[in-house]
């Protein structure tokens, strides 16, 4: 069990913590999808080319998921943490003032993917330490940080894209990071799990934790879809720039809300989370179909739902995960995070030339397509996480 020096006086301040870390790591690869029109442009670029930032973002969160959570599970999250949200922030601000090129660009997110991979499992790690009362309920607070990340993206576009400019985003991105770090230093014990008590712990089987990553593979495609095109695909639509970033926005919101509802229900439901997650899943798949129809006020209806259904699953799987494995979270959530970077990372690079070659329709039908498969994946899987280990 974790040491008593770990456990928080004040559950809420940690969970409000890690939320704002992961919002500060993810946040230079998600606001990418939102940034896509005025970026590009800047640069002289496709849209679909400029669906590589995202997929560049989670090449590097892919390459060092597992590795990092090792790491954070030999240091502790705190210090990992407090050098994530540190790195994080100087990474943002180069890409603001000093990325001049395309080229520039793709590396510095490259970066920001590795350190967003050391902050997912250290936050993971310290919530699992943290032995709060209602893990379901931390869970989904600290997933609402994904769709807030795409939330404050498009936000960005009427209030900092569209008037001073897209780098403007990733400066207010290291604001956010530094802030992050204020509240990791005061908020997070220095708690630490050693690698061989975390070894013993697992009770996943490694060829478990990677039959999970291939679902999580398949779940974050259509999620990196969302965000990678939502925004661009409006403007198709006919939404005004301005119109489409606040669409994805206020659909992220509702994203939020569900998860952070799914939250309050976690811990009590005797619903297995992969269950659940299938079921709701199914709305997302909805949202995908309509969004195939090329009308302004559908589509934002669409977004909502793709939002709001399809992109929930983190909080039922990494609960399901972190449940299952409560000493070694991190080592666990490196494993079958690096399949949800691999989504993410894949979903524009192979959706960016559908998108160029046969419209936003055909994509959104792939998509949907793909979340067919992911939902087969989680009720297959559903049995193996049924009842706590604690």
Not at 1 to 6: G, V
Not at 49 to 70: E, P
Not at 109 to 132: K, W
Not at 193 to 203: I, L
């Amino acid at each position: 069990m974790p040491s008593p020096a770990a456990a928080p006086k004040r559950p809420s301040l940690v969970v409000a913590t890690v939320a704002l870390a992961t919002v500060s790591g993810v946040f230079p690869g998600l606001a990418s999808g939102s940034l896509a029109v005025q970026a590009s442009d800047d640069f002289g670029i496709s849209e679909g080319a400029w669906g590589w930032t995202l997929s560049a973002f989670f090449f590097g969160a892919a390459l060092s998921s597992i590795g990092l959570g090792r790491v954070a599970q030999r240091i502790g999250p705190r210090r990992q943490l407090m050098f994530t949200t540190l790195a994080t922030a100087v990474v943002q601000l180069l890409i603001a003032v000093a990325a001049r090129s395309f080229a520039a660009v793709l590396v510095l997110l490259v970066v920001a993917g590795c350190i967003n991979a050391a902050s997912q499992t250290a936050v993971n790690l310290a919530l699992s330490q943290a032995e709060l009362p209602r893990l379901g309920i931390a869970m989904a607070a600290k997933q609402s940080a994904m769709p807030a990340s795409s939330m404050l993206g498009g936000l960005a576009v009427p209030a900092l894209a569209l008037t001073l400019g897209w780098r403007w985003a990733y400066a207010m991105g290291a604001a956010l990071a530094v802030i992050a770090f204020i509240g990791v230093r005061n908020a997070i014990a220095p708690g630490v799990t050693s690698a061989t008590a975390a070894e013993r712990s697992v009770e996943s089987s490694n060829r478990l934790l990677v039959f999970v990553a291939i679902i999580c593979f398949l779940l974050a495609f259509t999620s990196g879809s969302i965000n990678a095109w939502l925004v661009a695909s409006g403007v198709d639509a006919g939404l005004g720039e301005g119109v489409a970033g606040l669409a994805v926005s206020g659909a992220a919101a509702f994203g939020i809300a569900m998860r952070l509802l799914s939250g309050t229900r976690l811990d009590t439901s005797r619903v297995p989370p992969f269950t659940a997650a299938a079921r709701v899943f199914v709305i997302g798949i909805i949202g995908f179909v309509l969004l195939t129809i090329r009308n302004p006020a559908v589509h934002v209806f669409a977004g909502v739902l793709a939002f709001g259904g399809g992109w929930i699953w983190p909080a039922f799987t990494n609960y399901a995960i972190v449940r299952t494995n409560p000493r070694s979270a991190a080592r666990a959530t490196g494993m079958t995070q690096t399949g949800v970077y691999l989504g993410v990372m894949a979903a524009p690079a192979m959706t960016g030339p559908v998108v160029d070659g046969a419209g936003y329709p055909t994509m959104w039908i792939i998509t949907a397509g793909v979340g067919v498969a992911a939902v087969i994946g989680l009720l297959a899987a559903s049995p193996h996480f049924r009842r706590p280990t604690r």
